[in-house]
T-cell receptor, first 109, second 114 residues
Framework: DAKTTQPTSMDCAEGRAANLPCNHS???????VYWYRQIHSQGPQYIIH???NNETNEMASLIITEDRKSSTLILPHATLRDTAVYYC??????????FGKGTRLSVIA | ETGVTQSPTHLIKTRGQQVTLRCSSQ?????VSWYQQALGQGPQFIFQ???????GRGNFPPRFSGLQFPNYSSELNVNALELDDSALYLC?????????????FGAGSRLTVL
């Protein structure tokens, strides 16, 4: 079973920041937080991952709370192409990633 | 660098038949994972291959089997197909290291069992 809890769905206005929360209260010290997204009928796409520190790349930012029990994925300026299912996954390195049902993000014009 | 490619993209089989799905890994990757995704669900882990050996398996029966070849490409075989095997089958490659397990997924093979 997935070790994370995410809202089923969220809406975001185009051009605004999309903040996707994830609860992982049972995370262990060596487990990474990964975010993937899946646009309809495509394979999942890697977005970002982190261990303890906040991370940023060209796609998004990942904010991990100090106690590591939750995190937020931030898409700074959401576009219609960001409409997708977003998966938050917690896992040790080299162990299989276990996907939950994710959050369906709808970006609205 | 080439990504992960899967074939065929779509196929239809009947109950009881056998199917083979193929996957070419991303250049530089040495590990392949297979996932099954039913409609409306997240991907479910089937198994992973590293150095041509199965290296982890999810809750799938033995009629799901696989191979990894020296060039790191892979096959997923499913025998005695059942209606519930209808799904999107996803292949993902990665480079096994001591750090994070970042997967690159292919577009998937959509299997319909009639």
């Amino acid at each position: 079973d997935a070790k994370t809890t995410q809202p089923t769905s969220m809406d975001c206005a185009e051009g605004r920041a999309a903040n996707l929360p994830c609860n992982h209260s049972t995370i262990s010290g060596n487990e990474y937080v990964y975010w993937y997204r899946q646009i309809h009928s495509q394979g999942p796409q890697y977005i970002i991952h982190g261990l303890k520190n906040n991370e940023t790349n060209e796609m998004a930012s990942l904010i991990i709370t100090e106690d590591r029990k939750s995190s937020t994925l931030i898409l700074p300026h959401a576009t219609l192409r960001d409409t997708a299912v977003y998966y938050c996954i917690v896992s040790l390195g080299n162990t299989p990633l276990v996907f939950g049902k994710g959050t369906r993000l709808s970006v609205i014009a | 660098e080439t990504g992960v490619t899967q074939s065929p993209t779509h196929l239809i089989k009947t109950r009881g038949q056998q199917v083979t799905l193929r996957c070419s890994s991303q250049s530089g990757h040495n590990t392949v994972s297979w996932y099954q995704q039913a409609l409306g669900q997240g991907p479910q882990f089937i198994f992973q291959y590293y150095r041509e050996e199965e290296n982890g398996r999810g809750n799938f029966p033995p009629r799901f089997s696989g191979l990894q070849f020296p060039n790191y490409s892979s096959e997923l075989n499913v025998n005695a197909l059942e209606l519930d095997d209808s799904a999107l089958y996803l292949c993902a490659s990665s480079f096994r290291s001591s750090g994070a397990n970042v997967l690159t997924f292919g577009a998937g093979s959509r299997l319909t069992v009639l």
